[in-house]
């Protein structure tokens, strides 16, 4: 593969240098008209490609903009991201996405690239946590905006995008509690991620605030996947008192969790409700319907991107930080409706 | 939002020629070391942004490597990606992903903005068709490295990698006649993509070789979705001599053809078998779970980094140029097992 033509291969050719080609392409009047043909000449012939890149490094705006997220096949992700796009691509911006797989090395490297790229902004559903925010510090100094949306970090300066998962959460709880359920576990990932600790947070004051108890061998903490949501489930009806309930933070450990259930003599709703986290399509799909807990993914899109905007736009010495805290809707479906 | 510092500002901050900036910054030996000291404390005093992309315009080389899909949150697509970022992340390449929506103005500008931004290479599954590829050639032209996959043109200096979809198609209609089904129907994609035109080829093929007559109302063109599935299946079962099975060239509208045939007193496989194309997840966890072309997304992925990777490594004047055809693979389960 033919390497590409570079402003110093031509200057090489010409015996001239770069800086002289480079005005040369640029029509400098210090460059004279013969020199400026011969360049613009050996540059066509040379098969040199004219960079819209280099005018980015000099208006300093490239037109793009980053969107980074753990993985790009859950449909939260991929909504989150039409979101972006449907707001950003009439405005005349790219949108390229990156996926970190969860991996905090990758995720660094991502964004390390994304600013060597000169993208006109970050929005990033991150895996760092709290505790390690530290080692993100010296990107997000950079004069490049960054907008953290879903998984955020607690920086005072840098503007976030998430929905209110205490109070989805809470929300979810109660409507157990209210179908008449009365031990309710608990599947909390724990890696960390502060959207998780508020559901947890939620769901226990949730159950304190009703005059329950909180059980601690009923808070099952798991990775976010069906196998995990399976082998929780397990440890769960093996209880000397097994809950009749599962609020889980994530719906992939709760479709685990329901196939293990559905290979028991229990039937759902009636003896055992159940209630996720996401709203996937195929909570929708299943049968029985799963509830869930709807994130709005393509508003938190949309409204990550017009806070973008909205920096973008802002006076050079305005800073804008913005915290959006978009509201979390209970979706009720089968498997947590006891009660008609 | 304050706009970036580029060499022009500390050009004018120092009233003297961005050129000069330039060298110093790259320690050109023409520049004194008082001019050059003045010049790095300038930069660093107005957080001039060091910029690998610079490097990247002498080289040649960005590291990044985009890949555009039709759309991320199809398992198949997203599947694909995993395979490229396997092969290529190991090796110090960033993948940035863009999706087109099936929009083929936007897929060019997709194309333009990757090219602009110094990508090494572009992996693409196009949607374009081949009477229309010409729009697409000025960007083929370019030096910069195209390969498609999955969704080929047919320019034969273009690298491909492709399932054989004739095969694939040919294979599951064979299963479906040996099966003992008489009446077998097609799902056809109608967008003039040739990988749909091949499935309906072996499709055709499949049936003429083993002495069946090619029945035109069998043949249902449609979109690539769930609710074409269903109104396609309700005109099948509702022509005077209704099919007995449907080989779909996907899985999203066969899914709703089996939601219809599901409102029936219809039984599959007993009474009706179907057989899809692509084996997206849910294709598993379905009741009956159904039959389905794998087109081994992961590998072919990993096969088309590999193309890139050879392209990159070869020597400057060698042009390769590679057509590789990865073996279909069908996947029987319950929806196509009426013998046992």
Chains 1, 2 share one sequence.
Do not use: W
């Amino acid at each position: 593969m033919s390497k590409k033509t570079t402003i110093y291969d031509i200057a090489k050719e010409l015996q001239i240098t770069a800086a002289t080609v480079s005005r040369a392409l640029n029509n400098n009047p210090r460059i004279s008209k013969n020199t400026r043909e011969l360049v613009l000449e050996t540059a066509a012939r040379m098969n040199y490609k004219q960079n819209r890149l280099a005018l980015a490094l000099k208006s300093g705006k490239s037109n793009n903009i980053g969107v980074v997220v753990p993985y790009i096949n859950r449909n939260f992700f991929s909504s989150v991201i039409r979101g972006v796009e449907d707001e950003l691509y009439p405005k005349g911006y790219h949108v390229i996405i990156s996926q970190t797989h969860e991996d905090k090395d990758r995720e660094l490297k991502i964004i390390q690239n994304l600013l060597n790229a000169q993208v006109d902004g970050i929005l990033i559903s991150t895996s760092y946590t709290n505790e390690e925010k530290n080692k993100l510090e010296p990107a997000l100094k950079k004069s490049t905006p960054f907008i953290f949306f879903d998984r955020k970090l607690d920086f005072p300066d840098i503007s976030s995008v998430t929905i209110d998962d205490y109070q989805g959460a809470y929300d979810a709880t109660k409507h157990l509690i209210d179908q008449g359920c009365k031990r309710i576990a608990h599947f909390y990932v724990n890696n960390g991620l502060e959207l998780y600790k508020n559901r947890l947070l939620g769901y226990k004051n949730a159950l304190l605030q009703s005059g329950f108890e909180v059980v601690p061998e009923y808070i099952i903490p798991l990775k976010n996947d069906m196998e995990a949501g399976m082998e929780a489930a397990k440890t769960l009806m093996n209880l000397p008192v097994p809950p009749d309930a599962i609020f889980s933070s994530t719906d992939n450990s709760l479709l685990g969790a329901v196939k293990y259930l559905q290979g028991l003599p229990i039937h759902i709703p009636d003896d055992f409700c159940v209630v996720g986290f996401s709203n996937e399509p195929f909570t929708e799909f299943m049968e029985p319907s799963i509830s869930s807990v709807d994130q709005s993914p393509v508003e938190m899109g949309r409204m990550a991107a017009k806070v973008f905007l909205e920096q973008m736009d802002s006076e050079q010495s305005v800073k804008i930080h913005k915290k959006v805290i978009l509201p979390a809707k209970l979706v009720i479906r089968k498997s947590s409706s006891k009660i008609q």
